[in-house]
């Protein structure tokens, strides 16, 4: 759902994942401290996706180290689809115990976010280092550092026997506004945003998985006394794993033949694995 404080120049987005969040981390048997942290990154990854205007734009978040337990995390997000994977080295994450911190798992990692727009064609990436205790933090930090943007991201996870929630709230201050004017500059001590950010902020993680509790009420919990609070629905989320047989063909389609031979076992077929939903496809290609 995305939200609007028209008074106080400030952005809100807010998501939470059910059902499509246990379809993504089925795909693997990760352990308890990574399905946690994917599920933390699939919410950031849908509240960030949220900021894009164009239809078929991408947001990509990537966070990777040489040495970490968990030396790569992938998540982006597609008109409304997500998909997120994780890669790790299981008996180091062994050895951290129950609930490691963002550290313990990446070690002098960074993070990545990546904007793909659909309209213009442009790209644009900012990357700065994986610090902070939580992966939220890290992402509020490539905001103030990348964007200049005075930011605050809220998520939480709530495992049940019935399956996985995450919910994440993302609030940003806009100085000129964010309807039809340019932001020239941000103020990041400005009173408006003080005001918004304190509010955001003290939403509970259990407000935001509360399957009872919707998404606008969570919103206007916090913001009630605002004389105006624009709401819009925003689009549904749903797994968004691209992977099929005619992707693959027009990926393998532009290696030389030669290439391809090498890659082929001994049927003859070129096996590629997605390691997003953990599907094995075969290729059969001349």
Known sequence: MHFTLPDRNARGRIVRLGPVLDTILSAHAYPAPVRHFLAEALAITALLGALLKDQDSQLTLQAQTQEGVIDLLVCDYRNGEVRGYIRYDRARLDELGPAPSLFALFGEGYLAITFDLATSGQRY?????????????????????????????????????????????????????EEGRERLHVQLDHPEWEHVAILGGSVKPEELVDPALDLESVVWRLFHEEREIRVDAGQALTRGCRCTIEHYRDVLARFAMAEREDMKDEDGLIKVDCAFCSKVFAIDLP
Do not use: D, W
């Open 125 to 177: 990436q900012g990357i700065v280092p994986l610090e902070g205790t939580s992966l939220a933090e890290a992402c509020e930090s490539y905001f103030f550092q990348s964007e200049q943007v005075p930011t605050v991201i809220r998520v939480a996870v709530k495992n049940a026997p019935s399956g996985c929630v995450a919910g994440g709230m993302l609030l940003q201050h806009l100085p000129e506004g």
